[in-house]
């Protein structure tokens, strides 16, 4: 009852506007947090509202929304008073019940008229002009789909191919038809290389953004679990997936060969990557570490490559070799590879090592996914640590799958790590339950505030540690 009564705080107006705005303005995410969630007070936990003009302007709006409606009821409880009449007061009752969901779901009408109105016509009209762009354009155009590891192909490509060539790849998270049609506006028409990330949800999202960028190859970074409460079923995460190579036919498409839903959903071995190798190029001495990154030897046809990256972990070398034959194919020198392997560095979050107080804290925090997972706990195992220590608070958005992955998970980190520290949410029970059917004997820790956590990671680590923090929840996530 005490949660209900945070619908009347005076942080909710901003509780909800947050809501909207980390949402990115999107109805169906942010209905569904809202649906969720019970104490207000608690929603904005890792940022505070950030005041745009668009924010200003609903808050104005809904704060005279409430004003107008306690008027009103008011006004019906005199009514009722002077007429000695009940319905009046009943109304106003009704009316003061719902006060929170008038807010909710009123502030979403002008959102709604000015997306139809105004940004949906403009939306169109970038689309198809980038649609024109992207066709016209000369550049060889890879695009890299997949259920995770997205970005680090994408920039691995970037830095390695931008040695010699002229390089544009749609920054950030910009894989939305509108993201890719913003990216084609800004490009001169001379670049020699575009790399386009697909972002997918749901089926036909891989083909609708190949028709829109028209690619001329593309990299299959792996399929896994990730985004299956949108999908449904992995049946069609596979096929939303392999639109790309419906669309590309007969042109290259490096599939992830450790990826198990993709080698099963593959009918040749060509342009199969792996740690092995891949079309022709033969990997041997691979060999990685926290301090000195991930090295490796490919051979193809006489020439050979001395790789070496900055990156941590084995199953990094499929991505580096596949992106050294991409590289070969476009007719970069040994030399002109060897030296953009070398300005390989860990991206942000993404298995990016660091120093604290003499141990080593791995930040793989934007990893949000199975392989991921079973890639880092691999390297935590491998470890030479006086405390292997691993901090998750779990995988979203893993539909029915969600009990089966994180007891999974926990059977990995009993295997692995000596120290499990959770972030307490609706998947720890299903982590711990994997952890005791693997018999962890080390110590458990779970965590109430994930942020007071990180914020004093220094106060927990000790000289001689190798702590490895996974996926980090946003906060319309419990």
């Known amino acids: 009852m005490r949660d209900y009564f945070t619908r009347y705080s005076s942080h909710y107006i901003d509780a909800i506007l947050y809501m909207l705005q980390d949402t990115e303005y999107r109805l169906r995410s942010y209905f569904g947090w ?33 004003v107008v409606v306690l008027v009103v ?22 009316l003061l019940v719902l006060l929170p969901y008038i807010l909710a779901y009123a502030v979403t009408i002008p959102l709604f008229l000015g997306w139809l109105i105004i940004q949906r016509p403009k939306e169109k009209a970038m689309i198809t002009q980038a649609r024109k762009t992207l066709a016209d354009h000369a550049a ?28 544009a790849a749609t920054p950030g998270n910009m894989n939305t038809p509108i993201g890719i049609s913003r990216f084609a506006k800004k490009l001169k028409g001379d670049e020699e290389v575009l790399i386009i990330e697909f972002g997918e949800e749901k089926v036909g999202d ?14 299959m970074t792996g399929i896994n679990e990730s985004h299956l409460s949108s999908f449904k079923t992995m049946e069609n995460t596979v096929a939303t997936i392999f639109e790309i190579r419906d669309y590309l036919g007969e042109k290259p498409v490096y599939k992830n060969g450790e990826s198990q839903y993709v080698v099963d959903a593959t009918e040749d071995d060509e342009y199969i990557y792996d740690r092995r ?31 070496k990256t900055s990156l941590i972990g084995l199953h990094t070398v499929g991505p580096t070799v596949a992106a050294i034959s991409i590289a070969d194919e476009l007719g970069l020198t040994i030399k002109e590879i060897e030296a953009g392997l070398e300005k390989v560095i860990p991206f942000e979050h993404r298995m ?24 880092g706990l691999a390297l935590l195992k491998d470890s030479k640590a006086k405390r292997r220590i691993y901090v998750t608070p779990g995988l979203v958005e893993q539909g029915e799958m969600t009990q089966q992955v994180h007891e999974e998970i926990g059977r990995q980190i009993a295997d ?11 998947v720890t029970e299903y982590i711990v339950a994997g952890l005791e059917e693997n018999k962890f004997d080390g110590d458990l820790l779970i965590v109430d505030d994930p942020l007071d956590f990180y914020t004093n990671l220094d106060q927990f680590v000790a000289k001689g540690d190798v702590v490895l923090m996974q996926n980090d929840w946003t906060d319309n996530y419990r």
């Not at 008011?74 to 009752?93: D, N, W």
């Not at 930040?363 to 890639?375: I, K, L, P």
């Open 140 to 167: 060889v155009k890879i695009a890299v789909v997949g259920s995770y590891g997205k970005t680090t192909v994408k920039e691995m490509l970037s830095v390695v191919l931008g040695e010699t060539k002229k390089v």
């Open 277 to 307: 190798g891949v079309n022709g190029w033969k990997v041997t001495s691979a060999k990685t570490s926290l301090e000195g990154g991930t090295e490796f030897t490919a051979k193809k046809a006489g020439k050979i490559v001395t790789a």
């Open 352 to 375: 990016q090592p660091r120093h604290l107080h003499g141990a080593w804290v791995i930040d793989d925090t934007y990893n949000g996914n199975s392989d991921g997972v079973t890639a």
């Open 416 to 426: 692995s790590a000596d120290v499990a520290v959770l972030m307490d949410n609706s």
């Open 73 to 94: 009821v008011a006004a019906l409880e005199t009514i009722s008073y002077k007429q000695q009449a009940f319905l009046p007061a009943l109304i106003g009752l009704l």
């Open 206 to 219: 891989v083909k609708m953004l190949a028709e829109l960028s028209s690619p001329t190859m593309a990299v």
């Open 34 to 66: 809202f649906n969720r969630t019970k104490n207000f007070d608690t929603v904005m936990k890792r940022r505070k509202l950030t005041l745009t003009r668009k924010v200003k302007l609903l808050r104005l709006a809904l704060w005279s929304l409430w």
